[in-house]
């Protein structure tokens, strides 16, 4: 089965950067995306992984370490409306579905002025 | 806007009734997945079909679900008598259609979601 663990809960100031870490356990890793959710929104992609390194995209970025079965995602010059929910997400070639994504519960990010 | 539609937004319903939830994906995705979400967690795998076959289910998913895709477009999504366990978000989603080998990162789309309140 797949394990996905990511803090609960972290906050931060407007114009700072910050990390939210994610670590995942799975038998068949087939990449690993990023989405941001608003409260009583849909989810929506930011990122997507699945070679080791960085990936960059404006504010965001995502790191990926599939040895360590780690993964962060990094938001830079925070704005107020990053307030939002992040799910970090894994995909396992061996679950049925190319496109099946199975979900962490999320950390909710709260940015203060 | 990702194309994605459901329908309703919201349903309130007291437990015992049977609700059913609509999804209208884009056109041209040939797969679609339901998940659920209920606050402070992920959303959960419940089921994905493959044009009209549907092709998984998880174990959440316990008989007094039953989801079709009659024609390989809009899908729906029964619950029977429900519970108050059941009260959650359910959602709808679509990935980009294309060959994995090619630029398709297959993220999926999500709808907007139907909320489900059962008294």
């Known amino acids: 089965g797949q394990n996905i663990d990511q803090p609960t809960e972290m906050t931060a100031t407007e114009g700072a950067i910050v990390q939210i870490n994610c670590t995942y356990q799975t038998s068949g890793f087939n990449g690993l995306f990023w989405y941001q959710q608003h409260a009583g929104e849909a989810p929506t992609f930011l990122s997507y992984n699945v070679l080791d390194g960085l990936e960059e995209k404006g504010r965001f970025s995502s790191f990926l370490s599939r040895s360590k079965g780690y993964s962060y995602l990094l938001l830079k010059e925070l704005q107020m409306k990053d307030s939002a929910s992040y799910l970090c997400?894994?995909?396992?070639?061996?679950?049925?579905?190319?496109?099946?994504?199975?979900f962490g519960a999320g950390t909710r990010l709260a940015v203060h002025p | 806007d990702t194309g994605v539609s459901q329908d309703p937004r919201h349903k309130i319903t007291k437990r015992g009734q049977n609700v059913t939830f609509r999804c209208d994906p884009i056109s041209e995705h040939n797969r679609l997945y339901w998940y659920r979400q209920t606050l402070g967690q992920g959303p959960e795998f419940l089921t994905y079909f493959q044009n009209e076959a549907q092709l998984e289910k998880s174990r959440l998913l316990s008989d007094r679900f039953s989801a079709e895709r009659p024609k390989g477009s809009f899908s729906t999504l029964e619950i029977q008598r429900t519970e108050q366990g059941d009260s959650a978000m359910y959602l709808c989603?679509?990935?980009?259609?294309?060959?994995?080998?090619?630029?398709?990162?297959?993220?999926?789309?999500f709808g907007e979601g139907s909320r489900l309140t059962v008294l």
């Open positions: 997400a894994v995909r396992d070639r061996f679950s049925g579905g190319y496109n099946k994504l199975i």
């Open positions: 989603a679509s990935p980009l259609r294309g060959h994995p080998a090619r630029s398709n990162t297959g993220e999926l789309f």
